[in-house]
């Protein structure tokens, strides 16, 4: 592992419908949730939600149900995917830290929007998939389970609004900090 000190907490958010996409539409990274947490402490600092403007979808209702993300907000405050990912290396450090999320749906996703955009990956190859560390480590569940039944099963309070990145970030700090200390 690299800076095991602090690691970096990543949840992203994508546009999404309740069936298939649009004709020429496609899920697309509109939310980067980050925050830094350090390893020892669980303390979590730098915590911010970088909007991104989709190209090649739109948000739709449903989306906007489950996230509370609106086009006009990416519109009026989401920047390029290219420039998230600068946001991510210059700010966060984020090619030479750790990093963490819940399940491998960020990697993937971030992996082959990367490609898609023909840009720099923008995260070092150490990465903790805390879904499947909870799996192993709780005494009861044993299998791979969402985010807020982890959190209620430590009897931990969901912060903030579930499937926004900038909360949910926070959210998979409390439950990898509490993944760190059954080692």
């Known amino acids: 592992m690299k800076t095991t000190e602090n690691i970096l907490i990543i949840d992203l958010e994508a546009t999404c419908w309740d069936s298939r996409p649009p004709r020429g539409q496609e899920s697309e990274i509109i939310e980067i949730g ?12 730098q915590n911010e939600g970088i909007l991104v403007k989709p190209r090649y979808s739109t948000v739709s209702p449903f989306c906007t149900e489950l996230t509370s993300l609106t086009q006009k907000m990416l519109d009026e405050e989401g920047v390029m995917l290219e420039d998230a990912l600068d946001i991510l290396r210059a700010e966060y450090d984020s090619e030479n830290l750790t990093w963490a999320s819940y399940g491998n749906y960020d990697l993937n996703m971030l992996q082959s929007q990367a490609r898609r955009f023909n840009v720099d990956y923008p995260l070092s190859d150490d990465h903790i998939n805390v879904k499947t560390l909870f799996g ?3 005494p009861t569940v044993r299998k791979s ?39």
Request: hydrophobic share 45%.
């Open 34 to 45: 980050l925050c830094i947490m350090n390893a020892a402490t669980g303390r979590i600092s």
């Open 136 to 138: 192993q480590l709780h």
């Open 145 to 183: 389970v969402g985010m807020a039944r982890a959190l209620g099963e430590l009897n931990m309070k969901l912060e903030g609004t579930h499937h926004r990145g900038v909360d949910d970030a926070k959210n998979i700090a409390k439950i990898l900090h509490w993944c760190l200390n059954q080692a």
